[in-house]
């Protein structure tokens, strides 16, 4: 079963723009405690970009804070990944992340890469 489907990946110039989406089977949406955005580059680690907690706070990486915001909307069972100035070191494949109260569940989207390319 398909709890995460994410969308909004491809091709941006560098200063571009990006939205991400993860949309969350309705569910488990309502279980969720954070929901979380991760990329990994060709050659290196998985890391975490930002996440938000059911209560609305957010985290985000050094790399990424002043640029990258995440939100949610309840109504939709989705949360976003809003990207501005992307760098060419932004580029990666990038992977929705859900986990709920007390580590009742663990779920990953399927991956959408971002390339930033002149």
Wanted: proline letters at 2%.
């Amino acid at each position: 079963q398909v709890q995460l489907v994410e969308s909004g990946g491809g091709l941006v110039q560098p200063g571009g723009s990006l939205r991400l989406s993860c949309a969350a089977s309705g569910s488990i949406f309502r279980r969720i405690n954070v929901m979380g955005w991760y990329r990994q580059a060709p050659g290196k680690e998985r890391e975490l970009v930002a996440a938000i907690i059911s209560g609305g706070s957010t985290n985000y990486a050094d790399s990424v804070k002043g640029r990258f915001t995440i939100s949610r909307d309840n109504a939709k069972n989705t949360v976003y990944l809003q990207m501005h100035s992307l760098k060419v070191e932004d580029t990666a494949v990038y992977y929705c992340n859900a986990k709920g109260g007390d580590w009742a569940f663990n779920y990953w989207g399927q991956g959408t890469q971002v390339t930033v390319s002149s």
